[in-house]
């Protein structure tokens, strides 16, 4: 795998042109915070999804320095594997419990599905010789992601649905176009590459349509890590300024920018359509901390 696709493979996994309009912008974001804690043996992770009915996803590493996916509902985490593999890692969740990530066997990825308690991996018609990375899942199984048939630099990015594969490139992106998350509705978010490893855009595509995400104090080259778009159309993620990293959501054309007081380097990973969402920040000395966000209907 060359540098490129490893760098967007890692953007893509962790937790993603100028836009044509000026959006309005909501200074502050009306959310509490309280700190996340996760249970052992998954407190030293970070979680990927956040449902709607409160369940968080994640991946934690054992002692065996094993990868485990993991669901946390109601207070009780279920660790899981891919069965044969020797790493798993979860990526997201739907509203149903429908769960994707990748698993590792004889040193080769491949992505995979659980649904109703059984796992499957996931192939796409039409390129049984395909590198597939999947990103994410909705209630009715559709499922964004990149793949690969010819090693090169530049990854399409593709939706699943009811065995169909439909290419998602965003025009002009010469480097790869990454969907992140698809909600309900089949609105996809994610991010595009203009050979720049400084810019990293960020774009919605719905009916067939795409657009930009730039939140308007976003840098000239923008920097914007689309996370997730939720089932009621809010989009989460952060994104570079001249003043820092901030936290944003977009729902109906305007921006809200999301800081954690007393703390800097803001990440969203996840959403609800509850519009409760899990963000990562960091302190000028420490680790970075867990936050889960109660934000009201300012977005």
């Known amino acids: 795998m060359k540098s490129h696709r490893k760098a967007l493979y890692l953007l893509m996994c962790a937790f993603f042109i100028a836009a044509t309009a000026t959006a309005p912008f909501a200074q502050t974001g009306k959310c509490a915070f309280k700190t996340l804690n996760l249970p052992p043996p998954a407190n030293n992770s970070t979680p990927v999804a956040l449902n709607d009915s409160g369940a968080i996803l994640g991946t934690f590493i054992d002692s065996k320095d094993v990868s485990h996916g993991f669901l946390l509902f109601q ?31 004889d040193g080769i990825g491949h992505p995979f599905m659980v649904h109703a308690g059984g796992f499957h991996e996931i192939t796409l018609p039409g390129f ?19 793949f690969s048939v010819d090693n090169g630099d530049t990854l399409p990015g593709f939706l699943l649905h009811n065995g ?23 609105v996809v978010v994610g991010a595009y590459f203009i050979n720049s490893v400084n810019s990293n855009p960020a774009f919605m595509w719905k009916d067939g349509v795409f657009s930009n995400i730039k ?3 976003s840098l000239p080259t923008p920097f914007v890590n689309v996370a997730r778009i939720s089932n009621s159309g809010v ?6 300024a ?13 921006y809200t920018k999301i800081d954690v007081p007393g703390f800097s380097n803001p990440l969203i990973l996840a959403v609800n359509k509850f519009d409760n969402i899990l963000i990562q920040a960091t302190q000028q000395v420490g680790k970075p901390v867990l936050f889960k966000g109660f934000c009201a209907a300012a977005f």
Not at 138 to 144: A, P, Q, R, T, Y
Not at 243 to 254: M, P
């Open 128 to 146: 049984p010789n395909a590198e597939v990375i999947v990103t994410g899942v909705n209630s009715n199984g559709d499922i964004v992601g990149n």
């Open 242 to 254: 001249e003043d820092g990293v901030h936290g944003f959501a977009l729902e109906n054309g305007t």
């Open 235 to 240: 989009v989460v993620g952060s994104y570079q």
């Open 215 to 217: 939140p308007p104090d």
């Open 75 to 105: 207070g009780r985490l279920t660790p899981f594997k891919f069965p044969g593999s020797s790493d798993s890692s979860a990526i997201d969740m739907s509203r149903n419990g429908i769960i994707i990530g990748r698993y590792f066997k």
């Open 164 to 186: 169909k594969v439909t290419i998602l490139s965003f025009p002009g992106a010469t480097g790869g176009t990454a969907p992140a998350s698809i909600n309900d509705a089949g």
